[in-house]
């Protein structure tokens, strides 16, 4: 089946720092990906569409200027936390798109643990 | 717009009794589909079903089975004979195309103790 990795699974950084996280595609190419966020007891909730090749597309209330999302190869989506706070602590889950001959199915990576002390 | 509701938000029960998880839905569109994910601790989403607006038959899978009625908007989830493996968070959500994001209800916990 379909395989969708992050990287890395866990991070802590302090805050003002930056970090970035990878969504990749291991056996198909995803034309889109999609951001998620997942605070503690919470649902998940869309943070952004990531297009190869083109400007994601941001939720509103999400800020752009402070999570940026690079989708430069049909593999493989970034996305940055900039001067990250500890409200930004969160499990964020990429999900990636595969065409496939009965139409569009989405895989799920398994999530990256973001704490900001 | 869409919406998922998940009322129960939290479950408990004892091994092997069988539990039923809610979910309804809204959304104005004809097409659709409906999910259900398995979220354990460990915090994977875990695939279960996917089921598309035109096809109402009840799934059964294992001690899974799933029971879609557009008639009242639900698509609820049953788990037979529970086991301690089961406790997890179980998420329904919607889309409207399955390759657009999905719209997550709040979640189900589900602890099954021994």
């Known amino acids: 089946g379909a395989v969708v990795s992050q990287h890395p699974s866990r991070v802590i950084c302090k805050s003002g720092t930056s970090v970035k996280i990878e969504c990749r595609s291991l056996?198909?190419?995803?034309?889109?990906m999609f951001w998620y966020r997942q605070f503690p007891k919470q649902s998940l909730m869309l943070m952004a569409t990531?297009?190869?090749?083109?400007?994601?597309?941001?939720e509103q209330g999400v800020e752009k200027d402070k999570f940026l999302i690079n989708h430069a190869s049909l593999t493989l989506s970034t996305l940055t936390v900039t001067s990250a706070h500890p409200e930004d602590s969160s499990f964020y889950i990429c999900?990636?798109?595969?065409?496939?001959?009965?139409?569009?199915?989405?895989?799920f990576g398994p999530g990256t643990r973001l704490t900001v002390t | 717009a869409q919406k998922v509701t998940q009322a129960q938000t939290e479950i408990s029960v004892v091994e092997k009794e069988d539990v039923t998880l809610d979910c309804v839905y809204e959304?104005?569109?004809?097409?659709?589909?409906l999910f259900w994910y398995k979220q354990p601790p460990s915090g994977e989403l875990v695939f279960l079903i996917r089921?598309?607006?035109?096809?109402?038959q009840n799934e059964i899978s294992g001690r899974y089975s799933w029971n879609f009625q557009k008639s009242t908007s639900s698509f609820n989830f049953t788990i037979t004979a529970s086991q301690v493996v089961d406790s997890a968070v179980y998420f329904c959500?919607?889309?409207?195309?399955?390759?657009?994001?999905?719209?997550f209800g709040k979640g189900t916990s589900l602890l099954v103790t021994p």
């Open positions: 999900s990636a798109r595969n065409l496939r001959a009965s139409g569009y199915e989405q895989y």
């Open positions: 056996d198909f190419q995803a034309t889109t």
């Open positions: 990531s297009n190869e090749g083109s400007k994601a597309t941001y």
């Open positions: 959304t104005r569109d004809t097409t659709y589909y």
């Open positions: 089921r598309n607006s035109f096809d109402e």
């Open positions: 959500a919607l889309n409207s195309n399955s390759g657009y994001a999905l719209n």
